[in-house]
T-cell receptor, first 113, second 112 residues
Framework: DAMVIQNPRYQVTQFGKPVTLSCSQTLNHNVMYWYQQKSSQAPKLLFHYYDKDFNNEADTPDNFQSRRPNTSFCFLDIRSPGLGDAAMYLC????????????FGSGTRLTVV | GQNIDQPTEMTATEGAIVQINCTYQTSGFNGLFWYQQHAGEAPTFLSYNVLDGLEEKGRFSSFLSRSKGYSYLLLKELQMKDSASYLCAVRDRTGGSYIPTFGRGTSLIVHP
């Protein structure tokens, strides 16, 4: 089945140690998004790629970076994780920015120790 | 940006009907989405409204009033598996972004 896959499902990292979360999609969608969701809060958009065009949200900390080497893959790099970065990280895709409905991956729950 | 408001938590009985409200303020409204999110899992798409009125899809219906900045999600014949968080998301075309902003969600607890 075509889908959005995030690995790993759970990630534990040390304070200050760089960590990379991955997302892949078989939908051949143009747009890929990364959201951060903390407990009982709304998913917060960090950035998105429209094809190779990177779009950063104004309030996304510099600590968060992203790469999209090809259509299928997108990575979220956290350069120096702090305790406040512990959250669920959701990857989503859509055919176009104005598409009606996103397809989300199962998420990666990040713990910082 | 959007200002989206939903109740934090609701409880209901199995077999009953529940209505989850969402109010929003936005300058360039371009659609409202409802997503279901079970604990620890990703959101799944439920419905999309861009015109006023009711959209029915099985046990779930979604209503929109653009003039009032108001939507609701109606769940009928509640089942235990409907216990989840329900996220309202509003899309704004201002600035050409077209990317929805999510509310913090309403946690629905269905009990026997």
């Amino acid at each position: 089945d075509a889908m959005v896959i995030q690995n790993p499902r759970y990630q534990v990292t040390q304070f200050g140690k760089p960590v990379t979360l991955s997302c892949s999609q078989t939908l051949n969608h143009n747009v890929m998004y990364w959201y951060q969701q903390k407990s009982s809060q709304a998913p917060k958009l960090l950035f998105h790629y429209y094809d190779k065009d990177f779009n950063n949200e104004a309030d996304t900390p510099d600590n968060f970076q992203s790469r999209r080497p090809n259509t299928s893959f997108c990575f979220l790099d956290i350069r120096s994780p702090g305790l406040g970065d512990a959250a669920m990280y959701l990857c989503a895709t859509s055919r176009d920015r104005g598409d009606n409905g996103y397809t989300f991956g199962s998420g990666t729950r990040l713990t910082v120790v | 940006g959007q200002n989206i408001d939903q109740p934090t938590e609701m409880t209901a009985t199995e077999g009953a009907i529940v209505q989850i409200n969402c109010t929003y303020q936005t300058s360039g409204f371009n659609g409202l989405f409802w997503y279901q999110q079970h604990a620890g899992e990703a959101p799944t798409f439920l419905s999309y409204n861009v015109l006023d009125g009711l959209e029915e899809k099985g046990r779930f219906s979604s209503f929109l009033s653009r003039s009032k900045g108001y939507s609701y999600l109606l769940l009928k014949e509640l089942q235990m598996k409907d216990s989840a968080s329900y996220l309202c998301a509003v899309r704004d075309r201002t600035g050409g972004s077209y990317i929805p902003t999510f509310g913090r969600g309403t946690s629905l607890i269905v009990h026997p």
